[in-house]
């Protein structure tokens, strides 16, 4: 979907995530930034909810209310205590998953976010995709299967006529916990055939897939890996524009599920 257009799910020949249910009626988005996350929450007039579903100790943060009958649950993993930013990474997201899944029990869980792309690839600044395989790309085990199990790579459920209907991209998706790429990660992200790169998406399908919960990874791109410029100052400028674009998805993608 282009930004100014109004208006996924997880499957070693990879390891399969479960399909979705006939009846979906409570969405949990799981959204690594506030900055994500935020025009998502104001757009779906949702409401922090205080209710104590998480440790109190932890900074995780839950919005929820009704949009066209759907119940939905934004949980994002909050400002660090000492540092006041984001808790981005797998650790961050792959927690906060576990815990928003079994408070909540959502019938599908849908990991928004935004992501590096590739230009060789064919993507392109403010393009959304829906990732169609997750894999990591720093986790090296260089001992025989145990290098598979680092990999992780996981096929998705096709989602043909969401694609369709809102005019996304498909690709796979890397996940490291570095913004910047190695060229160990690079190696192993080119051997992953991968479009996208973040930061959290193939945690939180994991975490998904152990609770049998279906998934969609709809991802924003902010900056262009291989295009020369600095991959930080990129994001930065871009990082408004691309969570607008995702906010206009997950709208349209809240309105395809509800029929």
């Given at each position: 979907?282009?930004?100014?257009?109004?208006?996924?799910?997880?499957?070693?020949?990879?390891?399969?995530l479960a399909p979705p249910h006939n009846n979906i009626s409570t969405v949990l988005l799981v959204i690594a930034m506030q900055a994500e996350a935020l025009p998502l929450v104001e757009a779906l007039k949702l409401s922090q909810d205080d209710t104590l579903v998480f440790p109190k100790s932890v900074p995780w943060i839950k919005y929820s209310g009704i949009h066209d009958g759907l119940h939905i649950h934004i949980v994002v993993p909050g400002k660090d205590?000492?540092?006041?930013?984001?808790?981005?990474?797998?650790?961050?997201?792959?927690?906060v998953s576990y815990a928003a899944i079994q408070a909540l029990q959502p019938d599908l869980l849908i990991n928004a976010g935004t992501a590096g792309g590739f230009k060789a690839k064919g993507a392109c600044v403010?393009?959304?995709?829906?990732?169609?395989?997750?894999?990591?790309?720093?986790?090296?085990?260089?001992?025989?299967?145990f290098d598979k199990y680092g990999v992780g790579a996981t096929k998705t459920i096709p989602t043909p006529k969401l694609v369709e209907a809102l005019g996304l991209k498909l690709g796979k998706l890397s996940t490291g916990n570095s913004l910047d790429m190695s060229p160990q990660d690079e190696e192993v992200i080119k051997s992953n055939d991968a479009t996208i790169k973040d930061m959290e998406g193939a945690a939180v399908a994991y975490v998904a897939n152990l609770f049998s919960v279906p998934a969609i990874l709809i991802k924003s791109v902010t900056d262009i890996i291989d295009g020369g410029r600095p991959t930080t100052e990129e994001f930065l400028e871009?990082?408004?524009?691309?969570?607008?674009?995702?906010?206009?998805?997950?709208i349209c993608v809240l309105k395809f599920l509800n029929g």
């Amino acid at each position: 979907m282009a930004p100014g257009e109004e208006c996924s799910v997880l499957v070693h020949e990879a390891p399969c995530l479960a399909p979705p249910h006939n009846n979906i009626s409570t969405v949990l988005l799981v959204i690594a930034m506030q900055a994500e996350a935020l025009p998502l929450v104001e757009a779906l007039k949702l409401s922090q909810d205080d209710t104590l579903v998480f440790p109190k100790s932890v900074p995780w943060i839950k919005y929820s209310g009704i949009h066209d009958g759907l119940h939905i649950h934004i949980v994002v993993p909050g400002k660090d205590a000492v540092l006041g930013v984001d808790n981005v990474g797998t650790v961050s997201g792959a927690l906060v998953s576990y815990a928003a899944i079994q408070a909540l029990q959502p019938d599908l869980l849908i990991n928004a976010g935004t992501a590096g792309g590739f230009k060789a690839k064919g993507a392109c600044v403010g393009d959304v995709f829906v990732a169609t395989e997750v894999a990591y790309h720093d986790r090296r085990i260089p001992i025989p299967i145990f290098d598979k199990y680092g990999v992780g790579a996981t096929k998705t459920i096709p989602t043909p006529k969401l694609v369709e209907a809102l005019g996304l991209k498909l690709g796979k998706l890397s996940t490291g916990n570095s913004l910047d790429m190695s060229p160990q990660d690079e190696e192993v992200i080119k051997s992953n055939d991968a479009t996208i790169k973040d930061m959290e998406g193939a945690a939180v399908a994991y975490v998904a897939n152990l609770f049998s919960v279906p998934a969609i990874l709809i991802k924003s791109v902010t900056d262009i890996i291989d295009g020369g410029r600095p991959t930080t100052e990129e994001f930065l400028e871009n990082l408004s524009m691309a969570a607008d674009a995702l906010l206009k998805t997950g709208i349209c993608v809240l309105k395809f599920l509800n029929g």
